[in-house]
């Protein structure tokens, strides 16, 4: 259709669906360039903080070489949690009833204690606390991304991916950040110290303007469901994503976004029609250590050095 | 573990993980009790309402047979955008470049013209203008589950989901709600009337309270993400629901929370230990018809009534 | 490419690949036509016999329904096993050795006590005696559907799919009809009076012949492995199968012919370029039933009577 | 149950399905003994030849690190078909129309022109015409283990699994060998030259003392179907194989075999109940070269060493 829409973006126009932006204008705010002159969103599920693919995510932020992370409110609180106590491997048979009256609870093959996400509460109240606090007295407008990047800043330690999102300024997108243990917190929260607020309109404007003022994108995107789509709808704003891996198990045939093909983000925009996107059918916990390693680990001292040359 | 840690909630206390209300006490707002005394959430996923399903939930709400919905951004849109326009039938492997030249948009075999998000667009920007408006002048303040509550009353149309979840009061959690269509519109509109703020607190409130008070409670999710732990965390609230049943294509071998088989969820006390929780591995759109049919259409004109004599 | 082998079959002359019988002239033996003058191959795995759906398969077999069936060699014995003794319904997590040490083997959440073989056992020596006999005293020249053929006699029971077959004339395929406790049982025998041969080379010429001197063919196959691609291979041999409906669980990326679409059958000539197959993404044993009701049981006094008039 | 049924197998008693050899006497035929003790069974599917997993089996082969193989009809043929012309590298989503009148046929996302089949026949022909003269005039009773074995030696290429498997004297079963282009070239063949006999009741007795006689045993099975279960009924022949390693993509909630978890196999005795048996879910094209790498290939000069000394 032609576009009939026009949408005053930012002292842009915009012609919705088909994003042409009559006037590219870079936000000067909130846009450190990738060295590759490549804006790369990482997504990924819960489950893969809780494995091991939580290191090499970790390497990713700590010499950034990823640009944006989407991600899910347990691959926030489990990164934190790792830091505090550690997970163990079990295995995927283990009693439910069994584990529960032990106070363990399981994530596939691995257990968490019930004690770890008691630490966790110790750790997250007091900041709780402080972030109402400075939303009472200094009108701090919270939102999902600002507080992931508190969170990275006190916890203070490099095994945590978000610690080194927060040095190295990467922002962490988790809209439903309250579906999870932080929620907990903040629900049993709200009824000692009422008040906060976590606003998710601030960040779908953040997130988007990372995709609309890129220069080129692209999307590693490791399971399905809320990840998968906020970074591919992300980049719908650009009229699609230059370059874009899918990891996941997820099939077509039940029409769920998660199993779809790149193909269907073709069709609405989210990767750009003469890109070559790749799905790869397998779980991210056997393959993402192997690209890691042959990609940016590989080139790791080229990427670095470009990035320092920024 | 002994329960230390003990939480205030509303004049109650909780013991975190082993939660033990020691005094419970009914939220009087809020809280229609249902006519079996066991509180249904139904949670789904956004293809679900593309698809026919739609007209089965649409059935669920119309007859308050469900108390609580979550479903994703994508599952609240497209139900009001079917309103507007139809969504036509296609197939899996139509080209992505074809249809993007086409201006069409592919969900699974399911094709929804771009002329479609312009009419929606048209409907949605005035409610928008006016939500901001109501936020400085009444002080609203605006949750995904009071904005879709609105929606469902804009549209007055009684194919719509949300229209009934509106006349019968049933709560739609979206935590989400940015992620899609309706997360654009919000952006757009954000650069050409901004403030509005959407708070993902209150809802979380909201929607634990729901499990929380609630004599006995049943969960029905079809799908994975979001949607199916952020229904199965509400009821961890409560030490777990007492039924539940999954209908989902996810596999657990890649430790995902979807793919995780219910006894997963016991060991977190999401669903109690003496429950009989199901899991159905299939499509919904062939399973799910076929249930309501066999269980809340049979059942109608009891359950119809008992909901009457409330 | 040019037809360059020709190859004479039975006084045809066949170009293999691009299969053009030149002068077609049916085999008189051995070929029933189905009433609606398409020959109908159904095919199924194991598990289907082992759980309800063989009394969907049976229905279709009592009343001459379809016209060729290929299964596994399980598939073969459960239905006779069945008629000596019954199948349980367990759950898919009862413990391996637990269940060994009670002598109750699990098929899914089916289970079969060890007695039930040593029926079978007790039922089969004495026709595999039988059958030596024969080989030496009449020079019978034995093959998988021969032997089926004379056990769905010996069983002579109604509640059995072979009986069935056997009784209306329908040709029953299983090339690697030893893979399984019929296999265990030749094998033991083979000890005691030896010398049964099982030829598979007689069989493919009857399986094919089915395929190339019908009218029009219809493949359902439920499941993937042999089953799947035997028919579909027979069907090669006339240009490909006018209709095909697949019911399995399979996926494509593993590039295994179990979870290949109907189009990379199309490629080989095993589906014709013109037929509409289909394949349904779900386990059969929920579909199959429903199937089979709407259509055959639906249509069935037609279908039967137009067999009477044959 | 107690052991009620005694066969004597070779001057061996047996109890079937509890089985106790009473006596155990070493066949002196066929019965070269592996380096470790341990008698490696190794399955796979099809596909896996078709792919570059071919060129890791092979390695095992040329190696003699595996000592019995089963495979699919098409797991046979297309390693000679590639050492005849080339499987070229496609697209899954290339469409079976335009490929089938290209004459080219499609697996997964590999293609296969119709050349290379007929290439295959011109091969292939002469062979079945000195099979049918040596069964007519030596009495050569064949079986498709012999026929694999006469087709590695006459293929004469160090590309070929098969010739290795030859040269080492690995026997390799397909009890449904004539399911596929094989299949095919003996029926047109049996026109032209009839009377040929392979029977499945000979090597269903090799197979089956294979496991038997074993010291110990192990599977190594990728993909499902016939070549999974046919490995693991044999070890049932032992009470179970001491090790198993399972490769595949199927799910066991549809009850088949192929999906099923090794811990269905123990309730058998296919698999010993101390045994530690794995599961891989993955596509085997991605997880075999880095097994085979890690494992075989890692501890090569050693492996190869114990077997010279045999």
């Known amino acids: 259709r032609d576009c009939k829409k026009k949408i005053d973006l930012h002292g842009l126009l915009f012609c919705y669906l088909i994003l042409e ?42 010499h950034r070489m990823v640009d944006v992370i989407v991600t899910t409110a347990g691959g926030i609180e489990e990164d934190f949690i790792k830091c505090l106590a550690p997970t163990y491997l079990g ?25 770890n996400y008691c630490k966790f509460e110790d750790w997250l109240m007091p900041i709780l606390d402080q972030m109402v606090l400075e939303q009472k007295t200094e009108g701090t407008h919270w939102t999902p991304s600002k507080m992931i990047h508190r969170l990275g800043k006190e916890i203070n330690n490099p095994d945590s991916v978000y610690y080194w999102a927060y040095k190295n300024d990467i922002p962490v997108f988790s809209p439903a950040l309250t579906d999870g243990s932080l929620g907990d917190m903040i629900y049993f929260h709200s009824y000692k110290n009422p008040g906060l607020v976590l606003d998710i309109v601030e960040d779908i404007r953040r997130l988007n303007s990372k995709a609309v003022f890129a220069k080129s994108t692209g999307m590693i995107i490791l399971g399905g469901g809320l990840v998968k789509h906020h970074i591919a709808n992300a980049n719908l704003m650009r009229n699609g994503a ?3 891996v899918f990891v996941n198990t997820g099939q077509e045939f039940d029409g769920s976004d998660s199993g779809a093909r790149p193909d269907e983000a073709i069709s609405w925009g989210k990767i750009r029609m003469d ?16 690209l890691v390693a042959e990609t940016f680990a590989h080139n790791a001292n080229r990427l670095i050095k470009e990035k320092k040359s920024d």
């Open 21 to 62: 932006p009559v006037q590219e204008e870079h936000e000067s705010c909130d846009s450190h360039t990738s060295a590759s002159g490549c804006t790369l969103f990482l997504g990924y599920t819960s489950n893969l903080i809780s494995s091991g693919v939580r290191e090499s995510i970790r390497y990713l932020a700590q």
């Open 91 to 115: 295995e995927f048979s283990l009693k439910g009833k069994e584990l529960r009256q032990q106070g363990i609870n399981r994530i596939g093959n691995l257990l968490v204690p019930n004690d």
């Open 242 to 244: 230059d370059f874009a």
């Open 275 to 290: 890109a070559s996107p790749v799905k790869v059918y397998a779980d991210a916990s056997i393959v993402f250590p192997l």
